[in-house]
């Protein structure tokens, strides 16, 4: 798969920020991406937008794509014979594949489809900034500074912990609507 942008751009930020941030503002890019690739990683799928993958699986009965949302089931060849894809079935929503006595040789089937939502969606958006804000917040891992009027503490994750690009206890359950896999 080819590489994906950011979930939002540094306009975005500006915007959120009402200003605090501005567009401009060294790393941003790059902050964003790591968010981006953070929320991803967790996941265990792109999310958005719509792509093109090719998996290779087999070696099992039951194949589940990692994905949340297939759009369409691109080709599909199990053990060198190319099937027609219209026979087949699947879940859009689990990634799960019907219709086939599938192949037990590693990396016997391969599967090309395309998935993922059209759009970001605006709650996985606001997340992306709000874990790049944080990352931004700290970006030398300065917890706290004290002097004798006064003191500021910096963005922490964690009790003594500075910011970073990390997924909060909060954040993670918020993305499990859109995380692959049986997760209890």
């Known amino acids: 798969m080819a590489e994906l ?3 939002a751009k540094p306009e975005d930020m500006e915007e959120r920020t009402e ?18 690739r953070a ?8 999310i958005a937008p719509v792509a093109e993958q090719v998996q290779y699986v087999g070696g099992r009965d039951a194949v589940f794509l990692p994905t949340r949302r297939i759009a369409a089931l691109v080709s599909v060849v199990n053990d060198g014979t190319t099937l027609d894809t219209g026979a087949l079935d699947f879940d859009e929503d689990t990634g799960q594949v ?10 016997g089937l391969v599967i ?19 874990i790049a804000a944080r990352a931004l917040g700290s970006p030398l891992g300065v917890i706290r500074e004290q002097s004798l009027a006064s ?8 009790a003594g912990v500075a910011g970073g690009t990390v997924l909060m206890q909060h954040e ?3 993305l499990a609507a859109y995380r692959v896999g049986w997760h209890l």
């Open 5 to 7: 942008d950011s979930f």
């Open 19 to 36: 200003g605090a941030i501005p567009a401009t503002r060294p790393f941003l890019d790059t902050a964003l991406a790591a968010a981006s």
């Open 39 to 46: 929320i991803r990683d967790y996941c265990g799928w792109h």
């Open 98 to 107: 019907f219709g086939h006595r599938w192949s037990t040789r590693r990396r």
């Open 112 to 130: 090309t489809y395309r998935h993922g939502l059209d759009e970001v969606p605006s709650f996985i958006q606001d997340l992306t900034l709000q």
């Open 151 to 158: 003191s500021i503490t910096w963005t922490a994750t964690a």
């Open 172 to 174: 993670q359950e918020a």
